[in-house]
């Protein structure tokens, strides 16, 4: 034992001599497995630090709670090292550019800004001064800190035998007390330059590599292609059911880990040749980077079906245009151009979206927070009188989660729509409409015990908490607006509900689009002159005008707050086009982008090969069947999409705040190509592929940055799943059409099976294409076309603010989020969104702020255990005892559905207190 300690401490010592850069990636590489097995104890580490120097950096790194420091985890050993070999004036200049950097980043934690600005003497005037020697508090005097003893050190920061409690524990004064400016300085450059600025991503991530793990292995490829298929026959099957359906990436998570572990326990360990490549069936124990790239695998049918579904079902079911000629041909052509060009995109948007080290994609860190725990072991540790470790937090969250959703989806459906303050007066008309969760506006303080019902709209465990206060601000001013416009009768919009995403003809009853069309779905001008136009309800309308904000807006703040992070991305971008052999990493020297540097890169030639493909298919769609869409609208929705994906996925991988531009798309092609609703569902399912399609598959590649995979590897397995999940896809979708569920799509399906989102693609389709925006946006409701312009202005006011204004005051001010809370409406409401705000000042707040060890451990975890309970439950829920309806008849079931916040109308009544007993333009003068 003594001969390999002291091996250990010869090899540790040796290291430190190496002199290499954090900017090459061979200083970033470890081997695992050696590291894993040497069993470094806290001697053995940090020769040239004493250990109140030692303790200080445990505890910045959340690691003085270990039960043990005789057996290191490999991330604290690296640290110590990089430590130790960082100089002092390499450190200052690090911090300098990260502050230069991250000075306006919302989701830097100002508490590490400031520690970076007061190591380097950086004030407010953006001016450096001279540098203190030492960071200790004044108060206390060198002499009484060199006198404690590290035991005595450990007792008082671990034991917490101070004065203070440890609620009112001060980790900053705590810091400034016990530390020296060298060893703090050096200790912030290396998390900066080794690991992430960010508390979040250093709680996901890993701060080296070990390029030697085997990765694409054929076990990934099998597993991945199993659970691909099941999750897209799930996905797919209970799609178009109202409420859906789905088979969730955590479950997928849950599955693909004892799936990979078996093959490891039957898999024979042999190789075999194939061609001149050499596979290994059996490398080694299952790990986590297998994990990942096989989560990635399933990523393209985790969690919802391909848009484009939506776009088949309506041209081929009979209950809408019925048209015989989509065959499968034209169904696998459109599937297979929109997905890639997905995949396509992504792939350029890498320097946007992917390498920027402030693109932090908060979505996605839960699915490597899980892969983490399930694959990697952990060190006992107690952290806030917690023991448990994350596996088991993990399975017991999810037990506990499964059990009990089966109480507000089934057994008491009151704890999940909760709308109390309606059960006081059932009949009143103005309680349902403010307090309602279902027809109203949802103004209830507790409106939900049911996780589900908020946390599938906000996430608030997962996204940062300035996303969800901008999003409810936004959220709480249209509630306003909505109110007003709604009780002022505003165009009409008294007549209807007040929160509804339906249409309405000028008698308050639902309008049926199948009254304005002919038998071949085309315009048929008699009948709309007898029904006219369709009206939408307040909210509707809301909804509408925060989307034509939103577009200028967007554009103009977003390239205003980022334009040079953007222009460097385009020119490395055009550089990389210019000069093929360079690397696309060129210009991102991040520590993730720098371990990336060891695996082949995919060439941006070979995405636009991918791009063009894409394209070609389009074009044969719409040549080679009567889709009526000319070719040159194709490359039209094209370039309006490239105009906004930069800036709305840039914005997603920043905050978690995405939108759509299929209004927009709409807009425009409903006045260039009008009384076509054919051509409008094609290039609406072409354009939104556009920018919905890359933001997952970007995804994708930020989770294999963030985990170290090969870029090839994840191209691949990203091909491979596209295919795989299109044929199912289509193969159930052409099961149900044709005859495999009874009634498919019909309004009173019997097992629910009511299509509501293809039917809202429908209805889109003939408002937008058949009827046109012209008549019922320029005849109907002009003001909404200002809606642009205040768009427009305003964003240089919030540009100014954001960037001059006070810095306490604008740091997480996010326009773009505020506007998009207008768009929550019709048909949620603020019931879906106050309990998961409530969700979110607890864990990602207040809990992240006093209690960053727990919650860097447990927080994702949390998330995504009740997610995972949540959807596995609702799966056999399903199965059990919805599939062959068996209703619960008793008080806690009915009650939120007796009052009149189910059945909402109009406050005013169009036979009584209309003209004529309808309201609207009168008949002959209809837009």
């Given amino acids: 034992m003594f001969l390999g300690a002291l091996d250990m401490d010869t090899a540790y010592r040796r290291v430190l001599t190496i002199s290499t850069s954090h900017l090459q990636a061979e200083d970033h590489e470890i081997d695992l497995h050696s590291e894993l097995s040497s069993h470094l104890s806290i001697d053995n580490v940090g020769y040239t630090l004493n250990e109140t120097q030692k303790w200080y950096i445990l505890k910045r790194l959340h690691f003085d709670n270990l039960l043990t420091l005789d057996d290191l985890p490999p991330l604290l050993s690296f640290i110590f090292n990089k430590v130790e070999k960082m100089k002092p004036r390499k450190a200052v200049h690090i911090l300098k550019q990260a502050i230069l950097e991250h000075n306006f980043d919302v989701n830097i934690p100002e508490c590490d800004l400031n520690r970076w600005k007061r190591l380097v003497g950086y004030n407010d005037a953006n001016e450096y001064v001279p540098l203190e020697q030492d960071a200790f508090d004044s108060s206390t005097s060198a002499d009484d800190k060199r006198s404690m003893t590290p035991s005595q050190m450990m007792q008082i920061e671990l034991l917490g035998d101070t004065e203070e409690s440890e609620e009112d524990y001060d980790d900053e004064k705590m810091i400034l007390e016990f530390v020296d400016w060298g060893l703090e300085v050096r200790l912030e450059a290396v998390l900066i330059a080794y690991w992430s600025p960010y508390p979040e991503v250093r709680a996901v991530t890993y701060p080296f590599d070990d390029p030697s793990i085997p990765v694409e292995t054929i076990r990934v490829y099998l597993i991945g292609t199993i659970w691909t298929a099941i999750g897209a026959l799930i996905n797919q099957f209970f799609v178009e059911r109202q409420p859906y359906i789905t088979l969730a990436i955590p479950i997928i998570q849950v599955f693909l880990y004892p799936t990979g572990m078996l093959c490891e326990l039957l898999f024979p360990k042999k190789k075999i040749k194939v061609w001149k490549y050499t596979v290994d069936l059996n490398p080694g124990p299952y790990n986590f980077k297998e994990q990942i790239l096989a989560t990635i695998f399933c990523s393209v049918s985790g969690n919802a079906t391909s848009y484009v579904s939506s776009n088949i079902l309506m041209l081929k079911s009979k209950m809408f245009y019925g048209n015989d000629w989509v065959g499968f041909g034209y169904q696998i052509l459109l599937i297979l151009c929109t997905n890639f060009l997905g995949i396509g995109l992504a792939g350029v948007m890498r320097k946007f979206a992917v390498y920027p080290v402030k693109a932090v994609w908060p979505n996605i860190l839960p699915n490597l927070a899980l892969n983490r725990t399930l694959l990697t072991p952990a060190k006992k540790e107690i952290i806030n009188g917690w023991r448990i470790s994350s596996y088991n937090f993990f399975f017991i969250t999810f037990g506990i989660s499964f059990v009990y959703f089966w109480f507000p989806d089934y057994l008491f459906q009151a704890l999940s729509t909760f709308n109390w303050l309606t059960w006081i007066k059932p009949g009143n008309l103005d309680v349902a409409v403010i307090t309602g969760s279902i ?418 451990k447990y927080n994702y975890i949390l998330s995504t255990g009740i997610n995972a309970g949540i959807a596995f439950s609702s799966i056999i829920i399903f199965f059990a005892v919805m599939y062959k309806e068996r209703k619960l008849d008793w008080w806690g079931n009915t009650v939120p559905f007796s009052g009149v916040d189910y059945g909402i109308t109009g406050r005013l009544n169009a036979t009584n207190d209309a003209p004529l007993g309808y309201f609207g333009p009168r008949k002959g003068e209809f837009p």
């Fill in 439 to 856: 027809g109203g506006l949802g103004l209830n303080p507790m409106s939900t015990f049911d996780w589900n019902y908020f946390s599938s709209v906000l996430q608030p465990l997962e996204i940062p908490f300035y996303n969800t206060a901008n999003n409810l601000i936004g959220m709480l001013i249209a509630f306003v607006c909505i109110t007003g416009i709604w009780y002022s009768n505003f165009k009409w919009t008294g007549y209807l509900p007040i929160n509804d995403n339906g249409l309405f003809n000028n008698k308050g009853e639902r309008y049926e689009v199948t009254s304005i069309v002919n038998s071949k779905s085309l315009f048929d001008s008699e009948k709309y002159k007898q029904v006219g136009p369709p009206f939408y309800s307040a909210a509707n309308l809301v909804v509408y005008g925060a989307f034509f904000t939103l577009y200028p807006f967007h554009i103009i703040y977003e390239f205003g707050m980022n334009y040079k992070e953007m222009w460097d991305a385009c020119k490395s971008l055009y550089t990389v086009f210019k000069d093929y052999r360079k690397s696309t990493y060129e210009g991102f020297d991040d520590p993730h982008c720098t371990m990336m540097k060891s695996y082949p890169e995919v060439p941006e030639w070979v995405y636009l090969i991918i791009l063009t493909l894409s394209v070609v298919f389009a074009i044969i769609c719409v040549k080679a069947y009567p889709a009526q869409t000319p070719v040159w609208s194709i490359f039209f929705a094209f370039g309006i999409n490239l105009v906004f994906l930069i800036p709305i996925t840039t914005i997603f991988a920043r905050t978690g705040f995405s939108f759509g531009i299929n209004v927009l798309i709409e807009l425009i092609i409903g006045y260039t190509i009008p009384g076509n609703g054919l051509a409008l569902g094609f290039i609406k399912a072409f354009g939104y592929n556009i920018d919905g399609q890359p933001q997952n598959f970007v995804n994708d590649l930020k989770q294999a940055h963030y985990a170290k995979l090969p870029p090839r590897a994840v191209f691949r397995i990203q091909l491979l799943s596209v295919f795989v999940a299109s044929f199912i896809q289509l193969a159930i979708l052409n099961f149900q059409v044709d005859g495999g569920i009874q009634d498919y799509c019909d309004p009173y399906n019997k097992q629910k099976f009511t299509c509501p989102g293809t039917r809202t693609y429908y209805s889109a389709s003939v408002v937008w294409g058949v009827i046109g925006p012209k008549k019922v946006f320029g005849g109907m409701y002009p003001i909404l076309q200002w809606c642009f312009l205040i768009g427009f202005l305003s964003a240089f006011p919030c540009i100014a603010i954001k960037k001059y204004g006070p810095r306490k005051y604008v740091k997480y001010f996010e326009p773009s989020i505020i506007i998009g809370g207008f768009l929550n409406y019709a048909p949620f409401n603020l019931s879906y969104y106050i309990p998961g705000f409530y969700m979110a000042c607890v864990f990602m707040l207040y809990v992240k702020k006093r209690y960053e060890a727990w919650w860097q």
